[in-house]
């Protein structure tokens, strides 16, 4: 059991300086670092969105028609929150670094722990990082692989439409929105959970959480949060073996480019214009299309992440001295 589920040098860190609390306590403070993290996020993507409507033809027009009100204006908000452009995607990506941000300044500044304990690790940082995309990429690539033999996805070919800079911006994006995520559900509530009970649990509760905060995306289903609940298996059993924060996030970041800006493919139910490639689902939901979330809705996703769990839980642990 030791051998799956022991601590690593992050753990430990934390351990020196964290008090132990209950489970309740540990969660209530996770729920609080997301509700403020959101709400910083939403407060900076209020901005380019109101500047957004304000230069709207359809707002400019009802603000000089005397005989609109502003239910016509919400009608047009609710229209772009339903539908929205890419670049609402995009900023909606960037601003997720909230989060990322409220968990860091709470551990530092509240708990007074080292940016250790959260799993940044100075030495190794960019070899750790860099395998940890390759390994994302070529995660969902045989994800991709294992649906498209089914015949529930047809690869259309290349798009032509796409846009590179938004690619790459999309690429920027992704990598800031991984991190941010892993930093709230690994680096703060994993190690904190692991501190104050023991590591399975802090596994299973950390997961958990981390598949109920994707549990309001469009087109979300019981398999979706099952394939979501094992990615977060998945990314703490990786945490532990590596004893750094860096390759998951890496992985993370990569699985969703991968899924959205290279394949096609709804990210979590959010549809992306910008791909390499063009891909459609035959069929409205199947067992592994994924429907209206996307791919991660099926079992091409559980089978991959299954194996990936296995692979990593027999994983040499990595010498934490490195660090």
Not at 83 to 88: A, H
Not at 283 to 303: I, K, P, Q, S
Not at 309 to 323: D, L, P, R, T
């Amino acid at each position: 059991m030791k051998r799956f589920f022991g601590t690593n040098a992050a753990i430990e860190s934390a351990r020196a300086s964290l008090i132990k609390r209950n489970i309740f306590s540990v969660s209530a403070i996770f729920l609080l670092i997301y509700f403020l993290g959101q709400l910083l996020s939403s407060l900076i993507l209020m901005i380019p969105a109101y500047i957004s409507i304000i230069l709207n033809e359809e707002t400019a027009y009802i603000l000089n028609d005397a005989s609109s009100d502003f239910s016509d204006i919400s009608e047009i908000v609710d229209k772009m929150l339903s539908n929205p452009p890419e670049w609402f995607k995009l900023a909606s990506l960037f601003t997720a670094a909230g989060c990322g941000v409220a968990a860091i300044y709470y551990c530092t500044k509240i708990e007074h722990r080292p940016m250790f304990s959260l799993g940044f690790c100075k030495k190794g940082a960019l070899p750790e990082y860099l395998i940890g995309f390759v390994i994302g990429l070529l995660m969902y690539s045989a994800a991709f692989g294992m649906v498209y033999l089914t015949g529930d996805v047809k690869l259309i070919g290349f798009n032509a439409e796409a846009s590179v800079p938004m690619i790459l911006l999309f690429l920027l994006a992704y990598i800031i929105q991984g991190a941010s995520e892993e930093i709230l559900c690994r680096g703060y509530y994993f190690v904190s959970a692991a501190v104050s009970f023991n590591v399975p649990v802090a596994v299973l509760a950390s997961s958990a959480f981390f598949a109920l905060l994707h549990i309001g995306n469009g087109g979300i289903s019981a398999l979706a949060i099952i394939n979501i609940f094992l990615f977060g298996v998945f990314a703490v059993l990786y945490f532990l073996r590596r004893g750094s924060l860096w390759g998951i996030m890496a992985i993370h970041s990569a699985w969703n480019f991968a899924q959205g800006n290279i394949w096609g493919f709804k990210v979590s139910g959010m549809p992306i214009a910008n791909s390499v490639f063009v891909t459609e689902a035959v069929g409205e939901r199947t067992l592994f299309n994924g429907g209206a979330f996307g791919t991660e809705g099926g079992l091409g996703v559980t089978a991959v992440l299954l194996l990936g769990i296995v692979a990593v839980a027999f994983m040499k642990n990595k010498n934490h001295a490195e660090y």
